[in-house]
């Protein structure tokens, strides 16, 4: 997997982050993990998808 997808996807979460502690919303440590792990799991199912399609 490509880095710029691993610092994409820390970026966004920090920035999600960010968007919660200006509308003051609370914040936890785990929030963070759980958006890391899904933006892992949805580019793995793109991934998955890129590799069927170019079979075909």
């Given at each position: 997997?490509?880095?710029?997808?691993?610092?994409?996807?820390?970026i966004?979460?920090?920035?999600?982050?960010a968007i919660?502690?200006?509308?003051g919303?609370?914040?936890?440590?785990?929030?963070?993990v759980?958006?890391?792990?899904?933006?892992?799991?949805i580019?793995?199912?793109i991934?998955?998808?890129?590799?069927?399609?170019?079979?075909?």
């Amino acid at each position: 997997m490509k880095i710029d997808i691993w610092i994409g996807m820390i970026i966004s979460a920090i920035l999600s982050f960010a968007i919660a502690a200006f509308f003051g919303e609370p914040l936890n440590w785990y929030l963070l993990v759980l958006l890391i792990v899904t933006g892992l799991y949805i580019n793995t199912i793109i991934i998955i998808l890129k590799l069927k399609d170019d079979r075909t």
